[in-house]
T-cell receptor, first 115, second 111 residues
Framework: DAGVIQSPRHEVTEMGQEVTLRCKPISGHDYLFWYRQTMMRGLELLIYFNNNVPIDDSGMPEDRFSAKMPNASFSTLKIQPSEPRDSAVYFC?????????????FGEGSRLTVL | QKEVEQNSGPLSVPEGAIASLNCTYS??????FFWYRQYSGKSPELIMFIYSNGDKEDGRFTAQLNKASQYVSLLIRDSQPSDSATYLCAVKRTGFQKLVFGTGTRLLVSP
């Protein structure tokens, strides 16, 4: 099976532009997580979905960030307008079930640079 | 106080030595503990998880958990240069789905 697929792998944009990051979870996984990783703050959970429904978005930094999961095989994370402090690696991860041993499978990440 | 704390390192050990990586957590409701390895420029991958106090061994890796002290560690025996990576500690509360990660410890194993 293919792993978690993210696109784009790299994105360079200018401040104020809209950025859309995409994720395809592993087939059959019902949990999807969006994390952001920076050197200073490490991996931070932004939002997660269960069966396409957003469950916890308390980590979303502000209204400039939004995430959707229109179906079981696709999710987007949108930043509008983008700012230089949004520069980070954004990871999507998926998992099957809520079990305590449920392993998170990460995509390769989308490296965002906002100039 | 951060929920999960790790020394950022780098921790340098010679090949063949034991590497000891440590993690403390603040939430006493944490029940599941995970160690992920992340190579530079790559995504995290799970090495081990542990729930119960004591030790859990898997090949060259041993996870140790002390809930009273709120302390988790990872021992890597016979360290290899290929073990050089950042090791992330993560914790999870029972009934909650999110994993909270530490900022990671960078391990360097020299030949």
């Amino acid at each position: 099976d293919a792993g978690v697929i993210q696109s784009p792998r790299h994105e360079v944009t200018e401040m104020g532009q809209e950025v859309t990051l995409r994720c395809k979870p592993i087939s059959g996984h019902d949990y999807l997580f969006w994390y952001r990783q920076t050197m200073m703050r490490g991996l931070e959970l932004l939002i997660y979905f269960n069966n396409n429904v957003p469950i916890d978005d308390s980590g979303m930094p502000e209204d400039r960030f939004s995430a959707k999961m229109p179906n079981a095989s696709f999710s987007t994370l949108k930043i509008q307008p983008s700012e230089p402090r949004d520069s980070a690696v954004y990871f999507c991860a998926s998992r099957r079930g809520p079990g305590e041993a449920g392993e998170l499978f990460f995509g390769e990440g989308s490296r965002l640079t906002v100039l | 106080q951060k929920e999960v704390e790790q020394n950022s390192g780098p921790l340098s050990v010679p090949e063949g030595a034991i590497a000891s990586l440590n993690c403390t957590y603040s939430d006493r409701g944490s029940q599941s503990f995970f160690w992920y390895r992340q190579y530079s420029g790559k995504s995290p991958e799970l090495i081990m998880f542990i729930y119960s106090n004591g030790d859990k061994e898997d090949g060259r890796f041993t996870a140790q958990l002390n809930k009273a002290s709120q302390y988790v560690s990872l021992l890597i025996r016979d360290s290899q240069p290929s073990d050089s990576a950042t090791y992330l500690c993560a914790v999870k509360r029972t009934g909650f789905q999110k994993l909270v990660f530490g900022t990671g410890t960078r391990l360097l194993v020299s030949p």
